[in-house]
Antibody, heavy 119, light 110 residues
Framework: EVQLVESGGGLVQPGGSLRLSCVVS????????MNWVRQAPGKGLEWISY????????YYADSVKGRFTISRDNAKNSLYLQMNSLGDEDTAVYYC????????????WGPGTLVTVSS | QSVLTQPPSASGTPGQGVTISCSGS????????VYWYQQFPGTAPKLLIY???QRPSGVPDRFSGSNSGTSASLAISGLRSEDEADYYC???????????FGGGTKLTVL
């Protein structure tokens, strides 16, 4: 069974940092493109980052570019999101999501982890 | 303001059909595949349609996707109460070099 489980969310002060993790099981992690998608309370979905199977190619939404860094450890079946210079606008549930292939996006999602930025 | 524009709400009665639109531009829908997702409150989204009109296994054929120029549509036929959810479209945007979602449409089954 394919499973993705995020962790690392919590309360952080404005300007602070947080590192999210997503541990996967049930599939060969190193063969799949991975993403982070977030959803602010009561708002819609926002794609924020993509990482290739090797980790050498990354894309970011403009809203997080320069502040967030996506990475992966294929040996640990883990995806990460390092978030720096956090602001109120970063408060959201953060989901990790897998691409089945280059033409099939977000076929599996984790349950999400909540990040709250507040003083 | 989302790059892809969806109506905030849609509704229909059981058994009816409903269509949800997603409007974009030549840099996204006009030149790339469109995806649709279904999300129930408090849960992660679920892939409904990929590559404009393909359904993953397990998605009922009551759900169908189509494109025309810079717009896309999700059609749901034979509405059921369990279809009441939020629906999102998504596409790659060439100008932004990133993936973009529509603002979402809340479907109510009356």
């Amino acid at each position: 069974e394919v499973q993705l489980v995020e962790s690392g969310g919590g309360l952080v002060q404005p300007g602070g940092s947080l590192r999210l993790s997503c541990v996967v099981s049930g599939f060969t992690f190193s063969n799949y493109i991975m993403n982070w998608v977030r959803q602010a309370p009561g708002k819609g979905l926002e794609w924020i980052s993509y990482i290739s199977v090797t980790g050498r190619t990354n894309y970011y939404a403009d809203s997080v570019k320069g502040r967030f860094t996506i990475s992966r450890d294929n040996a640990k079946n883990s995806l990460y999101l390092q978030m720096n210079s956090l602001g109120d606008e970063d408060t959201a549930v953060y989901y990790c999501a897998r691409d089945k292939d280059s033409s099939t996006w977000f076929d599996y999602w984790g349950p999400g982890t909540l990040v709250t930025v507040s003083s | 303001q989302s790059v892809l524009t969806q109506p905030p709400s849609a509704s229909g009665t059981p058994g009816q059909g409903v269509t949800i639109s997603c409007s974009g531009s030549g840099s996204n829908i006009g030149n790339n595949f469109v995806y649709w997702y279904q999300q129930f409150p408090g849960t992660a989204p679920k892939l409904l349609i990929y590559m404009n009109n393909q359904r993953p296994s397990g998605v009922p054929d009551r759900f169908s996707g189509s494109n025309s120029g810079t717009s896309a549509s999700l059609a749901i036929s034979g509405l059921r109460s369990e279809d009441e959810a939020d629906y999102y479209c998504a596409a790659w945007d060439d100008s932004l070099s990133g993936r973009v979602f529509g603002g979402g449409t809340k479907l109510t089954v009356l």
